[in-house]
């Protein structure tokens, strides 16, 4: 199999670039922020949970999001692989996912991580609001609150990586294609 974790702050580019990754590498695209927003729209109780945090741009609780993140997987059988989009958030998200893919006699191949200045980020996500229909894209507070805690609990992650040897940061400026080619030459090394 091969997994990529694909992360990056809110507003990095990770859903505009996982639908190229995905049908470059013929991965299964798992984003948890997607399934979170499809329990919302269909009404289901993980929905409703999930609302909650999500409208405040809080994490969703570890423990619902990794069990969702395990039945996520399981249901795709017959994947090649994944690429992984907006989840491990947390160290704990990134040592269940670990030792879940152990125990299939999986592993992460490696995270790539786009980097783009906060200013930025900020812009692209008003800019996206007016598409997305997000509401969590809308609201300055609710952005800054995103950053936030991407920056206390999310981005420590990447250590987890740095550490297994397995993370590269990948320049999140310039057009679509020029970071699609710099993920694929990171990827294929
Ligand atoms: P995203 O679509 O990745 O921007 O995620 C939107 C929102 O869904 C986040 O602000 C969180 O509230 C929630 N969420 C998505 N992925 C996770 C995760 N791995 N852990 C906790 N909450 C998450």
């Given at each position: 199999m091969r997994n990529i974790v694909l992360f990056g702050p809110p507003g990095a580019g990770k859903g505009t670039q996982s639908e190229f990754l995905v049908n470059h590498y013929g991965l299964v695209h798992l984003s948890t922020g997607d399934v979170f927003r499809f329990n919302i729209k269909n009404g289901t109780e993980l929905g409703k949970l999930a609302q909650s945090y999500m409208d405040q741009g809080k994490l969703v609780p570890d423990e619902v999001t990794i069990s969702m993140l395990k039945e996520e997987v399981e249901k795709?059988?017959?994947?090649?692989g994944f690429i992984f989009d907006?989840?491990?958030?947390?160290t704990s998200q990134a040592e269940a996912l670990d030792s879940f893919l152990n125990e299939r006699g999986d592993c992460i191949e490696a995270m790539v991580a786009l980097e783009v200045p906060e200013n930025e980020l900020t812009t692209r996500l008003l800019a996206r609001a007016a598409t997305s229909g997000r509401a969590d894209d809308a609201d300055p507070e609710v952005i800054q609150n995103r950053i936030d805690i991407y920056n206390a609990?999310?981005?420590?992650?990447a250590e987890f990586y740095k550490r297994a040897g397995k993370y590269k940061a990948i320049n999140?400026?310039?057009t679509i294609k020029d970071i699609t080619e710099r993920l694929v030459s990171a990827i294929d090394v």
């Open positions: 795709s059988a017959e994947a090649k907006g989840f491990p958030r947390t609990e999310t981005a420590p992650v999140g400026l310039g």
